[in-house]
């Protein structure tokens, strides 16, 4: 069966939704671990309560090459081939990305190439755009520019304020996220970037 290991920095709600997925079938893999860079991320004790194995990468003491040093080992000894990253707030370096070309995945609350960067729902909330959305992509070498794989829109609504938008947001990173990840792992989808003329 396909395993997977989740990043992530902050809340997981994204890794809380994967591992539901998981635990009820919905998407046939199997969770490996979880880590984050930082050891007080509150969806490390989410998942260690779910009954994920947690690790902590040890960014402030050994640095990005010493941190991903550890995760290349953990992805070894748990035997995780996919690395899926869910609110993880760190670049992968170049090098690490190259290493496992193709097998990083990552989701981000705006349609790419729209809205890149660290606030995508907030910065398209203040440009005032009418539709945004999420998007689930691999990770390249670069931010948040590799092949995308599903997109979902919404319209932000006259009724809406940021919060409104934020969890609605949410609400669709938790159904597309496991979906695209079930046909990635199944082969469905493809690898490939198509550039259209
Ligand atoms: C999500 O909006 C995700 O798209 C972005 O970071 C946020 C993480 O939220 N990359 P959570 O930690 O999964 O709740």
């Not at 890149?116 to 755009?129: L, N, S």
């Not at 390249?140 to 092949?147: Q, R």
Request: with cysteine; net charge neutral; aromatic share 8%.
């Amino acid at each position: 069966m396909t395993s997977f290991a989740v990043l992530i920095s902050g809340r997981g709600s994204n890794m809380a939704a994967l591992g539901e997925a998981v635990r009820d079938g919905r998407l046939r893999a199997r969770l490996a671990f979880v880590a984050s860079d930082t050891p007080d991320a509150p969806g490390l004790q989410k998942a260690g309560a779910a009954g994920f194995e947690t690790a902590v990468l040890p960014y402030s003491e050994r640095g990005r090459c010493g941190a991903e040093e550890r995760l290349n080992g953990l992805c070894s000894s748990r035997k995780a081939e996919w690395i899926v990253l869910a609110g993880f707030m760190r670049i992968l370096s170049p090098e690490f990305v190259r290493l496992f070309q193709g097998r990083i995945v990552n989701i981000h609350p705006s349609l790419l190439p729209s809205f890149p960067g660290r606030d995508g729902i907030g910065d398209a909330w203040r440009y005032g755009v009418k539709i945004t959305g999420v998007t689930v992509h691999l990770v390249d070498e670069g931010v948040d520019s590799g092949l995308i794989l599903a997109q979902q829109a919404t319209e932000i609504r006259p009724e809406d304020t940021l919060e409104t938008l934020e969890q609605r947001i949410h609400e669709i990173e938790h159904a597309i996220y496991w979906k695209t990840l079930s046909d990635l792992f199944r082969g469905i989808l493809s690898a490939e970037r198509r550039w259209r003329k």
